[in-house]
């Protein structure tokens, strides 16, 4: 069978852009281990107060300077409040909603999570740079949805 040039080049074009994407789809997968959300935890909205872990809400030190920080958000807040962490920190979030959907949002960071009632929202964020971190809410949860905030501080000196 006789193929033009062009036709033959294109051809190898295609199959060599196939290839290079289920090469970058195993690589990913295998030796990255990016993988699609699983172990999704789902808790009862209803009974957020009562269910582990935020029956006891607040910070938690898991390791050095490492930390576990469970809050719940609500119309229109988020608790605790104002938490201070050492500069350095690497905390990890664990988020759930008492109500409707929430968002979680540190600007100036990759923390920006929906918080969804029913489900438990986790995000991990290493603050190197003292100072105070605004936590806001974007998305439109009601008529306070504009000062649904608070504060994350990240103390200038370090474990106290
Ligand atoms: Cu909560 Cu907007």
Request: hydrophobic share 40%; with cysteine.
């Amino acid at each position: 069978m006789h193929l033009h040039r062009y036709e033959k080049m294109w051809l190898m074009f295609g199959g060599g852009a196939l290839l290079l994407f289920v090469i970058i789809l195993t690589v990913n997968a295998y030796a990255m281990g990016n993988m699609p959300p699983s172990h999704m935890q789902m808790i009862e909205p209803s009974k957020v107060d009562e269910t582990p872990p935020f029956d006891k809400p607040g910070l938690r030190q898991i390791g050095e300077n490492e930390y576990e920080l469970v809050m719940t958000s609500f119309v229109f807040g988020y608790a605790p409040a104002n938490v201070e962490i050492p500069a350095g920190a690497t905390v990890h979030f664990i988020v759930t909603s008492k109500d409707v959907v929430h968002g979680f949002q540190i600007p100036g960071t990759n923390v920006n999570t929906m918080v969804l009632p029913g489900h438990i929202s986790r995000v991990t964020q290493t603050f190197a740079e003292p100072g105070e971190y605004l936590i806001l809410c974007n998305e439109y949860c009601g008529a306070g949805h504009h000062v649904m905030a608070t504060k994350l501080i990240v103390a200038d000196e370090g474990k106290e």
